[in-house]
């Protein structure tokens, strides 16, 4: 291709504007999507040119999860929407028990975004790919008036197998089961809100944002017989919970003093009003399993970087009202609700 | 599920509004996507309840593609953006020679949009990819502040498989082939401009939006050695041929009056001072076969319903330039260039 003779001059990176030119489908669009995209993600799928991106399929248990991310401001400390879109995307690969292989990715861009703007975003994008080996090989990009946007909202699709023996539900726990969390909760979501807040917190708190399936490899070869895995996002650990208590018809009751909270997040938590319960985390797992697979699957857990501080928080009961209950640090019990209205919306 | 457990009233479809608490991720999220997107695809997939779809996938090759749509007007005669998310996609699927499997949607919401505005969306989406029958097996909804979006944007990723035998690629035109239209342009680009501009124009000309896989499937039945398809969208038959030019490193040369357009289209194109060549499709595709295959895909495409019109407008030839040439009505020849700059914005 003879880039000199299809663009009168390249993309100008460092004071360039996104218009809507660059999202008509014309030339314009081309050549963003050629300098800017194609160059970033560089893999011989995204160099074939295609809307849609062909790979070698193998039979077997293929999975499929799609994922928009509006999360506002786009940056903040620890990531930012690009490699959370990324990392968010693999994780809900992983946690369908899948090793994930190929990501796709829309933009809707707003008119008015600096070109630089938007190539650090792309740059964090594709840098988080290429360090989880998932390549982008498909992508879109749409583009809306200044006042119908809001900077990038970027949907990331991602596809993967199934290992044969490993049969991963919400609806597997089973009364007696052990749950197992990877870590501390809460700092994603802290991360964001105190950056939208303009908080000049004690210390400064980073999101937890990070792609988990090797963290999910080495769980699933300690034990494959797995029942279930989550990753507690939106709604945070407590909401997640319910949907797993919901989903496989039980009940829940955890040990509030084995559940990891940083003691900066727990501060930020209390100054802002909030349950760390249901703040969001982004390199967070839940998982369940039988009782007698725990201490193996807790080692491998423990073993792996992203697990060092993984707990047992909890064991599944018989609930015919399927509520998540905790044994408080005062010897009392409460029950865990599900998150009830807005706690901190556009958190990813 | 006990819905009037967990829910304490149902979803006012005729007069609620979308608020925040409908992206957070609890109760509200939840009760939005069981009562009105669960309902509205009633799928054994999306009825799992999980972030990640399951299906068996066959060894071989597939293909992944992923469209954000977010045109204005979301209604306009012929279609809507539900409808559109659901072809546009599926034919991204088809133009790559892939039979289409399954798809993913992701909707980025604005506040304050009507529920019923919602439901009516997502019910021509359901609509359209159960006449396709290609089932919406994972999905994921945000919500974005009022002044932060508009209406709803749809961004929807097709996975498929390619036959055996197949090898349909941009790259692969060569001089002689010939260049296959499916029926008359521009029907769509206009159907949302017109609505859009508020004309009255004298015909009600309808978007021709609809998924032209079953199409592509006669067509690669008749001869599996068509070279290459393209379904020509965003920037019109125009840019879409110099798209094809490029990376086959061809030129063609067209026939004005072999490019059927209709003639309500072409009054309307005179009176918003547009060229149908750069006006925007949805419903029809460009095949590029060699000269021998020819007849027989031309007559497989006229026996289908979705290419009655269908006509051979041009030659592939040899050209270092990769011009895309036009002989005119007047026994002219022109250069058709790509679309420059911005002709018509947010038209899929």
Redesign the interface.
């Known amino acids: 291709?003879s880039a000199g003779r299809?663009y009168p001059r390249p993309l100008d990176l460092r004071h360039g504007l996104i218009?809507?030119?660059h999202?008509?489908?014309?030339?314009?669009?081309?050549q963003l999507i050629e300098e800017l995209f194609g160059r970033a993600f560089d893999n011989p799928w995204l160099a074939?040119?295609?809307?849609?991106?062909?790979?070698?399929?193998?039979?077997?248990?293929?999975?499929?999860?799609?994922?928009?991310?509006?999360v506002?401001p786009m940056f903040f400390p620890g990531g930012d929407i690009g490699s959370l879109a990324v990392h968010g995307t693999i994780n809900?690969?992983a946690?369908?028990g899948?090793r994930p292989m190929?990501l796709?990715?829309?933009?809707?861009i707003q008119e008015g975004l600096p070109l630089a703007t938007l190539e650090r975003i792309v740059a964090s994008m594709a840098r988080a790919s290429r360090e989880a080996r998932v390549p982008v090989?498909?992508?879109?990009?749409?583009?809306?008036?200044k006042?119908?946007?809001?900077g990038v909202?970027i949907?990331t699709?991602?596809?993967?197998?199934?290992p044969e023996g490993v049969d991963v539900?919400?609806?597997n726990a089973r009364a007696g089961d052990r749950v197992l969390l990877s870590g501390s909760i809460g700092d994603h979501g802290i991360a964001v809100m105190s950056c939208r807040q303009n908080l000049k917190l004690d210390s400064q708190i980073r999101s937890d944002s990070v792609a988990l399936h090797d963290l999910v490899a080495s769980m699933l070869q300690a034990r494959p017989g797995i029942r279930v895995l989550r990753d507690p996002?939106?709604?945070?650990l407590g909401?997640t919970l319910n949907?797993i208590a919901?989903?496989s018809a039980v009940g829940m009751m955890l040990q509030e003093s084995a559940i990891p909270v940083d003691p900066a997040v727990r501060a930020a938590c209390e100054l802002l009003g909030l349950d760390p319960l249901?703040v969001?985390n982004e390199g967070k797992l839940i998982a369940i399993v039988a009782a007698d697979d725990a201490p193996a699957v807790l080692a491998a857990m423990r073993a792996h970087p992203l697990g060092a501080q993984a707990a047992q928080i909890g064991v599944v009961t018989e609930d015919p009202h399927h509520f998540v209950q905790m044994t408080t640090g005062f010897g009392g019990r409460r029950v865990v609700d599900?998150?009830?209205?807005?706690?901190?919306?556009?958190?990813c």
């Not at 996002?233 to 945070?236: I, K, Q, V």
């Open positions: 291709m299809d218009d809507m030119t999202g008509a489908g014309g030339r314009a669009s081309a074939e040119g295609h809307d849609a991106a062909r790979f070698a399929a193998e039979r077997g248990r293929m999975v499929l999860t799609t994922d928009a991310h509006v506002s809900d690969v946690m369908a899948a190929y796709a990715a829309s933009f809707v090989i498909a992508g879109d990009t749409k583009v809306v008036e006042d119908k946007g809001d909202f949907t699709t991602g596809v993967g197998m199934v539900s919400g609806r996002t939106r709604g945070g909401t949907e919901r989903q249901y969001a599900w998150l009830s209205g807005e706690q901190l919306p556009r958190i």
